[in-house]
């Protein structure tokens, strides 16, 4: 199975530092490139990298707050300089047609653009992966989003050949989990196949601790979370709608997800950043916290 490649542009929350900016996640797999938010430097971000953003295919917004969408005007200016020859999907919560009409007013877009508003579902769905969407829990309508590769089953050609199964028709039948029968005698697909697993990659970005989240995040490969407040700031976090580590961990554990990472990490912390660590795994083990440009493949 192919694995798919996730890409920190930017970790940082409503203010960037030195060494973090603002909110960007690239996740790619096979022919797809999604951007998850674009803050402020986003684009500058690829370049540091290498990386083009022509290659895009898709934008997934998670709210409108400028230190997840700031970046956004001198992208898709960017895109149009070098040519970008595809239509870019754009998706997000309620708002986000009218917030792109906005842009369209006062920046000159001229690559074309499929904006969609989206909330609890699957809005993307074909026979190798699905992006499903739920609402979270902010100060504006905020989403959250799981890309999911779908289990695939597999034939084993020792097997095949152990029955003298010929290459033909029949052998789609069996990989699409239906018995067959050949020579007069059944073949039932478990004797020559096997399921493959697929990978799950949720994100979640800004929220205060909900349902929805959890739900959306079950049996996750890889959680990604926002963590803005430490546990000792839990009386912020609660007024501005976001997550604590705490938070972040018992999402992760309730959700029975394989590894945490932490981001949106506050300035606040920069400089206690393993204590932000150890107070989410007093909860849930397997947790990282995020750095720009770091890169994971599951």
């Known amino acids: 199975m192919e694995k798919i490649k996730i890409t920190f542009l930017g970790t940082s929350d409503s203010i960037p530092t ?23 430097g986003t684009q500058r971000q ?28 001198g992208l898709l200016q960017t895109l149009a300089m070098q040519e970008y020859n595809k ?8 708002g986000t047609k009218h917030y792109i009409n906005l842009l369209k007013e006062f920046v000159n877009i001229t690559i074309p653009l499929e904006v969609h ?21 902010h100060s504006s309508p905020s989403n959250a989003y799981s890309f999911v590769i779908k289990d695939k ?12 199964l010929p290459n033909s028709p029949i052998l789609k039948s069996l990989q699409e989990g239906k018995d067959i029968i050949y020579n007069n005698k059944k073949i039932k697909s478990s004797q020559v196949s096997y399921v493959e697993k697929g990978k799950k990659v949720t ?19 890889l959680l990604i979370t926002e963590s803005s407040f430490s546990i000792e700031d839990k009386d912020q976090a609660e007024k501005f ?6 938070d ?13 990472i932490l981001t949106h990490i506050s300035q606040r912390y920069e400089h206690n950043l393993s204590q932000m660590e150890k107070e989410a795994k007093k909860i849930f083990k397997s947790v990282s916290l995020a750095k720009d440009f770091q890169t994971i493949t599951i």
């Not at 597999?154 to 029955?163: H, N, P, Q, T, V």
């Open 203 to 221: 994100v979640i970005l800004d929220t205060k601790l909900n349902q929805n989240a959890i739900s959306l995040a079950k049996d996750s490969d």
């Open 153 to 164: 089953r597999r034939l084993e050609k020792s097997k095949l050949k152990k029955f003298k």
């Open 18 to 40: 030195k060494l973090r900016n603002h909110s960007a996640i690239l996740l790619s797999y096979k022919n797809e490139n999604i951007l998850i938010d674009c803050g402020e």
């Open 248 to 260: 972040a961990a018992t999402i992760a554990k309730k959700a029975k997800a394989k590894h945490l």
């Open 117 to 137: 508003e989206i909330e609890n579902k699957v809005f993307i769905d074909n026979p190798e992966f699905y992006i499903e969407t739920k609402s979270m829990v």
């Open 46 to 73: 690829f370049k540091s990298i290498d990386l083009s953003p022509t290659k895009l295919t898709r934008i997934l917004i998670t709210h409108w707050h400028g230190d997840h969408t700031f970046g956004l005007p």
């Open 241 to 246: 709608k976001h997550l604590t580590t705490a």
């Open 87 to 94: 239509t870019l999907k754009i998706y997000g919560p309620k």
